[in-house]
């Protein structure tokens, strides 16, 4: 199901893969277009466990993530510049002191093996508890922190940690920014420019 929405889980962090869904290259793309799609991404990013039932899923909850994802989307940028806003700071831990996360349990799956089951429905409090504690946790880790990188990729402001080997890691992705840079860079050496583009394909 996430694929189907184009979903990204690949930035390092919950908060981070929030961010994702409104950013990208070459342009933005919003996609966390209903009900369904944030169903998708909460379960795909880890924020409730597989087989969580989302049934109370709405409108108003997507208009509610969105709103946390706009202003983890200010700080994280602002913190690579410098300072975030202190306004800003003050909507996030709000957001992470509303309501209790649910809780996870201990259960046993169809063949034996452990799973994590949610004790009852979430909320939607809860849930954007769990990833504005997330954020919390990563501007307050000075290493985690420090491993914030906005993609190189032209026109792309999606944010990630770089945990490679040397924090050499220039691109979101290596498929879609780092393929297109790769294209252009070949085009340049090979003198094609104003040729129609190879096709780039692009995972998420």
Known sequence: MAALYGLRFDCGRICLDLVAT???APVAVERLTGPG??????TGAGVVPSGAALDAVDACWVARFR???EVLGRI???ELRGR????????????????PPPAVQAVRGPDGALVGALAGPPDCAGLLAVVARDAVALLTDPAVRGQL?????????LVYLDTSRGRRRRWCSSEVCGN???VARHRQRTG????PDPPVRTVF
Request: charged residues 20%; positive net charge; hydrophobic residues 55%.
């Open 180 to 182: 297109r840079a790769r």
């Open 37 to 42: 799609s944030l169903a998708a991404w909460l």
């Open 22 to 24: 409104a950013a990208g």
């Open 76 to 78: 994280v940028r602002a």
């Open 192 to 195: 094609r420019a104003g040729r």
């Open 149 to 157: 990188r906005q993609c190189a990729g032209e026109g792309c402001g």
């Open 84 to 99: 975030a806003a202190a306004g800003d700071l003050v909507l996030l831990n709000a957001a992470a002191g509303a309501a």
């Open 67 to 69: 709103a946390l994802r």
